[in-house]
């Protein structure tokens, strides 16, 4: 076992494993979420209301209290947040949620499409709110991918980055890469302000405004990479720093070959 | 060995301590060894070859071998990787985004693969063939030797003598004075470096009843459309939507609160002294957008802490609190602007900054 510790190859294969875990370490760090589908449609009728009450109490009652009015410290008030807001947090599996957190993360839905819009209904129907859009509401067609990118360049991109890839807030909150968010999302997240993000309403950025937004998230999403990896799309720094940390080791390597002692002369 | 002065310089005939253990000279590969000369004396003075410095042949000749040909096949990737790069060039079009993506590919592949087959090729080809011999050769004095140094104060004396331009005041001294001005002239050149600031850093163009824009859509902003709290935009001076010098101060974002979320009063604002109590209208306060610790525009606003982080060096600044610092570098609150309605019922500034906005400078530490 020394002798193979000794073996030339050796510091090689330390320093190999010490890349590849840094490799796989990044990989998990930068994992894309898992995409859902939550097809619309808010038909509120009194069957489905009474449906989502059901679903409320079993589920959510336990931090929002049996009458969704929130409990202080642990959770806020569904009263008045709409339909938008419940089907943004349970479509993207953000609620429901464990145990308090600071943020949120995307998480596997666990609700199905028809429970998602039953409980919308019966939040809803506690003290109205923004609804959920139509489809008709965020179709991209007809809408300005170049007014998009102005508006998301003024008023998403310092926290969602310019290319939605997301970035880090204050004590641990951080905005959320926009790979995985449907249009329905994206619109739904803009009305109600999930989380830290702020609210912009109908009259601050309007329904067509937003569907520019949308329209450039989704082109921008969907470009290729025609340089290669993209790195997480975060920038010219984490670039150059791959690079250079590829490069350095690269470097570390040759020299250490090339100086090394060699022949049987010296030894 | 000591008796050939060729190639020798001063200080270098100390034979026995030039030595290495192993009766190697030290000396750099490349320049001629002691006993034979560049100039070629002619074969008949020297009366016998000398021993060899280095050896003729590695000693392990089948190791060598094997060595030989490692070299050989990456000389031979190389040579094959070019003549990939010429095919490259020309087999892949470049008038579409894949095609100039394929064509970088393959010439940056085979360009990568003729450096690394001549690179590994010749470092395997020194460490494996050529000998691993240390050569030292002993510093040349910088000092030039005595008689060097006479002959070159004799000339320079000489020269100066026969220029006449000691003995000939009025040559010398109108041509000093015409090197002066052309001497000042870079100097001079500096002037358009400015001018000086003056004020523009004290205040920004943000006046009374100036309309609050939101940026990009440039429309003005009511207290009524701008109505759900937690709410945050940026919004531009009317009429500066595209001066960027201006907005480079002047920019500024606006957030509405739910109401009694503003906590602060005149009496432990951040900024003492400020008037502040008919700044807002409508729970809606204003904000400088530049960060007060080197500029970037800090517009990170979380709607449930109710903080504007500045993502440059991650200052974080208390909305409800006058924006003051709760943590990072910078040193000031952001500035907080005045603002009214007008008579349509719009957002305008009050007046301007009470203070300077952004980072600090020399009379503003």
């Known amino acids: ?106 998480k596997p839905v666990l609700l199905h499409p028809w429970q998602i819009r039953a409980l919308a209904a019966y939040i809803a129907s506690l003290g109205g709110g923004p609804a959920i859009p139509s489809a008709a ?127 049987k002369a010296h030894e | 060995m000591s008796d050939s002065p060729a190639g020798r310089w001063p200080g270098d005939d100390q034979t026995a301590d030039d030595q290495t253990a192993d009766g190697a000279p030290r000396r750099v590969v490349g320049t001629p060894p002691p006993g034979r000369s560049l100039l070629g004396d002619g074969a008949a003075d020297v009366p016998a070859a000398p021993p060899r410095e280095l050896p003729s042949d590695p ?18 990737v190389a040579f094959l990787a070019g003549l990939a790069f010429i095919v490259a060039y020309f087999v892949f079009p470049v008038h579409t985004l894949d095609g100039v993506a394929r064509s970088n590919l ?7 693969l003729v450096f690394l087959g001549l690179a590994a090729g010749t470092t395997i080809w020194v460490r494996r063939l050529m000998p691993d011999v240390e050569l030292t050769e002993a510093r040349k004095p910088l000092r030039s030797s005595e008689e060097d140094r006479a002959a070159f104060e004799q000339t320079f004396e000489e020269g100066a003598d026969a220029s006449q331009f000691v003995k000939r005041p009025l040559i010398r001294r109108t041509l000093i004075a015409a090197s002066l001005p052309a001497l000042a002239a870079p100097i001079l050149l500096l002037r358009d470096l400015g001018p000086l600031p003056r004020k523009d850093l004290t205040f920004t163009v943000w006046r009374p009843g100036l309309r609050l824009l939101k940026a990009d859509a440039n429309t003005p902003v009511t207290p009524g459309s701008f109505s759900s709290p937690g709410s945050m935009i940026t919004v531009v001076p009317d009429g500066y939507q595209d001066k960027f010098d201006a907005l480079a101060k002047a920019a500024v974002i606006i957030i509405k609160f739910a109401p009694g979320q503003v906590e602060y009063t005149n009496a432990d604002h951040p900024v003492p002294g400020k008037v502040v109590a008919n700044w807002t209208v409508d729970n809606i306060v204003a904000y400088s957008k530049i960060c007060t610790h080197v500029g970037c525009p800090a517009a990170l606003y979380e709607q449930t802490t109710h903080h504007i982080l500045c993502p440059c060096h991650q200052s974080t600044f208390d909305a409800t609190r006058g924006a003051a610092v709760i943590f990072g570098p910078a040193t000031r609150p952001l500035p907080q602007l005045p603002m009214t309605v007008d008579a349509k019922g719009f957002l305008v500034a009050r007046h301007d900054f009470t203070e300077p906005v952004g980072p600090s400078y020399w009379e503003r530490p």
């Open chain 1, 1 to 106: 076992m020394t002798a193979r510790r000794h073996h030339p190859a050796a510091r090689y294969l330390v320093v190999l494993l010490g890349l590849l875990l840094v490799g796989f370490g990044y990989a998990l760090v930068t994992g894309v979420g898992e995409a859902s589908a939550a097809p619309g449609g808010a038909a509120q009728n009194q069957g489905q209301i009474a449906q989502g009450r059901v679903i409320f109490l079993a589920v959510c009652a336990s931090c929002h209290g049996v009458l969704a009015q929130g409990v202080p410290g642990v959770a806020p008030s569904l009263i008045g947040v709409g339909s938008a807001a419940v089907d943004f947090q349970v479509s993207t599996g953000r609620m429901p949620s464990r145990e308090p957190v600071e943020e949120n993360p995307r």
């Open chain 1, 137 to 263: 509401q965020v179709s991209q067609s007809g809408a300005h991918v170049g007014l998009g990118e102005q508006l998301f360049v003024t008023d998403c991109a310092q926290c969602h980055n310019f290319q939605g890839a997301g970035g880090a807030l204050t004590y641990g909150k951080y905005a959320p890469p926009l790979t995985a968010s449907t249009p329905k999302q994206i619109y739904e997240a803009m009305l109600t302000g999930p989380e830290a993000m702020p609210v912009f309403n109908n009259t601050t950025i309007t329904p067509q405004q937003k569907r520019d937004i949308i329209a450039y998230i989704v082109q921008t999403r969907n470009e290729p990479n025609p340089g290669g990896f993209s790195l997480g799309r975060v920038g010219p720094v984490t670039e150059g720093l791959v690079v250079f940390l590829g490069l350095l080791l690269f470097m570390v390597f040759a020299a250490l070959w090339i100086t090394a002692r060699h022949g």
């Open chain 2, 106 to 112: 393959g010439l940056g592949l085979s360009m990568s």
């Open chain 2, 59 to 76: 000693e392990d000749l089948p190791s060598a071998k094997r060595a030989e040909r490692v070299v050989a096949a990456c000389f031979m």
